[in-house]
């Protein structure tokens, strides 16, 4: 990775404010008017995402790939849920993300428990070499590598707690992995 954790976390203070709850302004936070201005450049490239989901359909056979991405996070993410009926009663998921505001990504995995027709969060697991998910975990990574030439954030530096207000997480519990890339992993379409 060609970036430190401080020069991450300098990033990071670029995007998402530091004095208080941005929900509770009423005006827009300089903060938040930069993540704006940052996704309208970031959308204007929006092809070369579609083109790296695609050839992730093609890597990865037996999986139904999605996007995942929305535009309040910092990232593009997407999902690769394995095919197949019936579901299982747990089920993984594989979760790519390319964060916007540095060149770093993360792949990481959400275990969902499934009922006959609801679907409710298990688990989020960061470490993502579980045998269920191993596989396409390191093809997405290869993937994003190859894609946008970008480093894997290692989890030690994801873990980073980091003052700041990132969506609806506050301090003390929003770390540098809720401000690079989402502050809600297990929320997936």
């Known amino acids: 990775m060609s970036l430190s954790r401080e020069q991450l976390v300098s990033i990071a203070k670029s995007y998402w404010s530091s004095n208080d709850d941005p929900h509770s302004r009423q005006e827009i936070s300089p903060e938040a008017e930069r993540l704006h201005a940052r996704w309208e450049q970031e959308l204007q490239k929006i092809n070369r995402w579609w083109a790296f989901l695609e050839g992730l359909e093609k890597e990865l056979p037996g999986f139904s790939i999605g996007d995942a991405t929305a535009t309040p996070d910092a990232c593009f993410r997407c999902v690769a849920y394995p095919e197949g009926a019936p579901l299982p009663a747990l089920r993984w998921v594989v979760v790519g993300c390319v964060s916007i505001l540095a060149p770093v990504y993360t792949v990481y995995g959400v275990q969902f428990d499934h009922g006959e027709t609801t679907r409710s ?15 396409p975990a390191e093809v997405i990574a290869r993937r ?20 700041l207000f990132v969506q609806w997480k506050q301090p003390p519990e929003t770390t540098l992995f809720h401000a690079l890339f989402t502050n809600e992993p297990g929320s997936l379409p």
């Open 121 to 135: 969060l298990r688990k989020v697991e960061f470490d993502p070499r579980r045998p269920e998910i191993r596989a």
């Open 144 to 163: 994003i590598e190859a894609a946008f030439g970008f480093s894997a954030l290692p989890r030690e530096i994801a873990e980073t707690p980091v003052s």
